[in-house]
């Protein structure tokens, strides 16, 4: 457990990172024989792409730094639950361990709404971990919501996403 937490703290630097320029904070680190290889955090605003999550960049930079899509035995660390499209990515790519911070009730594919890196008709399945540093992840992105909403009430709220 020592281990998950330690690099799930890199992954809530990268969330931090995020949040500082107004993203929501979600980070991710792909580790392979515990050495970090891919690093991403959230981007989506600032790249103007629905792809730039933080699993999917991070997944990019394993790939690019293994020189290969397959990341059969990489571990995926992320503070938030990942989602369809990232879930798929994670699939995709073959990693082997997914451990992630706090559920995702909205969107989360994991445990929350799906559970498909278990789901035994698919060709590939992740050990799944759930929970490492669950306050800490849960409390980065619900502040930042809760600076967003505060933001919404004093001006007019299609303006607080164009600044």
Not at 43 to 72: C, G, Q, V, Y
Not at 110 to 117: D, G, I, N, P
Request: hydrophobic share 40%; with cysteine; net charge negative.
């Amino acid at each position: 457990m020592e281990r998950d937490e330690y690099y799930m703290g890199m992954a809530l630097e990268l969330a931090q990172k995020a949040k500082d320029m107004g993203e929501v904070p979600v980070g991710a680190v792909v580790v392979f024989e515990n050495r970090v290889i891919g690093k991403g955090f959230n981007k989506r605003e600032s790249t103007n792409s629905p792809l730039s999550h933080a699993e999917i960049e991070a997944i990019m930079e394993a790939s690019s730094e293994l020189d290969s899509w397959r990341l059969e035995n990489c571990e995926l660390f992320v503070t938030l639950e990942p989602c369809i499209m990232c879930s798929g990515a994670i699939i995709q790519s073959r990693i082997k361990r997914v451990v992630f911070g706090t559920r995702d009730p909205k969107a989360g594919a994991v445990k929350s709404l799906f559970s498909l890196l278990e789901d035994r008709r698919l060709n590939h399945r992740a050990e799944v971990e759930e929970g490492v540093l669950a306050d800490s992840c849960s409390k980065i992105l619900t502040g930042f919501f809760r600076e967003i909403r505060c933001i919404g009430k004093k001006k007019d709220p299609k303006d607080v996403f164009s600044e």
